[in-house]
């Protein structure tokens, strides 16, 4: 009797950017044939999505990652810089001959080649024989589930429901506004950098001390002054002369800067004395069903330099998770902020001459890492923990701040134009609706309340968390398709005293349970999006940063669209094989 051929499977990814990269080739590399595959992309362009384009960057940004830390795709970097054309590599300063893997690119170049591989992989699922539809400058309206029809239609202006087995979405950053476009001198984002090519004669207020405002203070250098080198290639900055009140604040919780991009002996985030999943399971179920951040702290980071760095084990092996960070950040909160960025910069280049790592700082990143997929498993006292202690230290440390990007916020500090300000927990911005801009009010050095008046304020905090009414797919709402993320609390006892305090982060579950409410949605541990019951849904997956941050921290990354590629792809093949035909 013939073999009954089996039906092709739909397939959708909502989002042609680094994520949908990773995606692409990650269905490319299972071996399953039987799947067809659509890429829906908003803009004209794919692979480099925000980051990398025009809508996050300009000439002037870098990466802070080289071709020997980020994951395999179709070409390294090297190979494909031999292939671009003299004039791009022109613009870029670019030279192939001295090229290697340890060099950061520019964002706008590493984009293209992003979309370079992104080409590469269509080429590659022609010559395999997998159907791939593209759908570019695409604006997906709505999504909404069948799980009668087994099925889920994706809405896109102007045209009929496109209908899959499974939906992917990737659609990567979102920044909604609220007053930027009605009130003049006010930027809820830097995106895109385009808009900051403004003429200020003026104090500006940037909010966030950042990859993302570094990179916004860049843009504003340059359409206000310029970068002069000396003979020893030592960058000093010169206000234009219509421009001799530019200057610009930077406002940080903590008046710290992130640190500065060294030699990192493991650049791909792996380590073999880590804990592997079974441990970390086995670990849970012996936990009560929680994971315990001392138990991570103390084996993912604190034993693994017995042998890396015992004289730097000695130092910190009786410390607590909070003694370890409070130790850490004394030296920052202590020295001036640009003292300190000067010395580690020298400290970072001796590290890259020597290629040597500075492995506490390192592990720091590692740590981060092995913490994002189990976190959701955290208590939501240990989730606190993470949140308010851990994740301020390690968002400064493992920023990697270039080179290039260190010169000159150096050299507009020692011009006078650069400044940061420590505003406290308790600072907070008001929209000036009558001047434009903002009022920022935050408490000083010396206790004294401030409300300061700025005529252009930028807010550069990064991504925003999103609530769950801010989602975009409002059919997902209202069918309860996805539920709000919440993480449990061990103690029943902490839980009711905060949720009778009327902390509005903490609720009571149906079953009495109290629950601390993180952002974004619920998903399980293949990315898959839960209901408001907790089941599972087969049909869709969710890998867009604003509505997975809640219970994935540290989601940024092209590690980490490795590593989230394939835990979806791995789940979604294997259930598509097991449908019915």
């Not at 370890?324 to 030296?331: D, I, R, T, W």
């Not at 999006?529 to 540290?554: F, W």
């Amino acid at each position: 009797m013939p073999k009954k051929k089996q039906k092709t499977k739909r397939v959708a990814i909502l989002g042609g950017g680094p994520s949908g990269l990773f995606l692409f080739k990650r269905l490319l590399d299972c071996g399953n044939r039987e799947i067809e595959i659509t890429i829906i992309e908003k803009r004209d362009r794919l692979g480099a999505g925000m980051p990398y384009s025009s809508c996050g960057a300009n000439d002037e940004h870098i990466t802070n990652v080289s071709e020997n830390e980020i994951p395999e795709l179709v070409t390294s970097i090297t190979e494909w810089v031999k292939t671009v054309s003299p004039a791009i590599l022109k613009q870029y300063a670019i030279d192939p001959a001295n090229f290697n893997e340890y060099k950061v690119l520019p964002r706008l170049f590493f984009g293209m080649y992003l979309s370079a591989q992104f080409e590469l992989l269509l080429t590659c699922a022609k010559e395999k024989g997998v159907v791939t539809h593209l759908c570019l400058e695409c604006h997906v309206e709505d999504i909404v589930d069948h799980p009668d029809l087994k099925e889920t239609w994706v809405i896109i202006s102007g045209r009929e429901p496109l209908k899959f087995d499974a939906v992917i979405i990737c659609t990567g950053h979102h920044w909604p506004k609220k007053h930027e476009g009605k009130l003049p001198g006010y930027f809820e984002s830097p995106y895109p950098p385009s808009k900051l090519n403004l003429l200020l004669n003026h104090l500006v207020a940037v909010k966030g001390s950042s990859l993302t405002a570094i990179d916004a203070i860049r843009t504003l250098a340059r359409n206000n002054g310029k970068f002069i080198s000396n003979e020893s290639k030592r960058l000093s900055y010169q206000p234009f002369k219509h421009c001799q009140n530019f200057k610009i604040s930077m406002h940080s919780r903590n008046g710290m800067l992130p640190a500065v991009r060294f030699h990192l002996e493991d650049p791909r985030l792996h380590n073999d004395e880590l804990l592997n999943n079974g441990e970390i399971v086995a670990h849970i179920k012996r936990n009560n069903g929680f994971l315990s951040l001392d138990y991570i702290f103390e084996k993912d980071f604190k034993e693994i330099f017995k042998e890396k760095d015992p004289s730097f084990y000695e130092k910190i092996k009786e410390m607590s998770l909070e003694e370890f960070v409070s130790a850490m950040m004394e030296l920052r909160e202590e020295l001036d902020p640009f003292q300190l960025l000067k010395a580690e910069y020298e400290q970072a280049a001796k590290s890259i001459k020597r290629q040597e790592s500075i492995y506490w700082k390192e592990m720091l990143g590692i740590l981060s890492f092995t913490l994002n997929y189990p976190a959701k498993y955290l208590s939501a006292e240990d989730m606190l923990r993470l949140q308010n202690t851990l994740m301020p230290l390690i968002s400064i440390v493992i920023a990697y701040v270039p080179q290039s990007s260190c010169e000159e916020l150096m050299a507009l500090h020692q011009a006078g134009v650069l400044d940061m300000i420590a505003v406290g927990d308790d600072s907070r911005v008001e929209p000036a609706a009558q001047q434009g801009g903002a009022i920022y009010h935050f408490t000083d050095d010396t206790g004294e309340r401030q409300s300061k008046h700025y005529q252009t304020y930028i807010d550069c905090t990064g991504q925003p968390h999103l609530s769950l009414s801010e989602f975009p797919f409002k059919s997902m709402l209202a069918d309860k398709t996805i539920s709000p993320a919440r993480i449990r609390f061990q103690s029943e006892e902490r839980g009711r005293i905060a949720f009778e305090k009327g902390d509005e982060k903490v609720e009571m579950g149906e079953d009495g349970t109290y629950y601390l409410q993180v952002s974004g949605i619920s998903i399980n541990d293949s990315f898959q999006v839960l209901d408001r019951y907790g089941a599972y849904n087969k049909r869709i997956y969710m890998m867009a940063v604003p509505y997975m941050d809640g219970l994935n921290p540290d989601y940024s990354g092209l590690d980490f669209c490795e590593e989230a590629s394939k835990r979806i792809v791995e789940t979604l093949i294997s259930d598509l094989r097991s449908r019915p035909i």
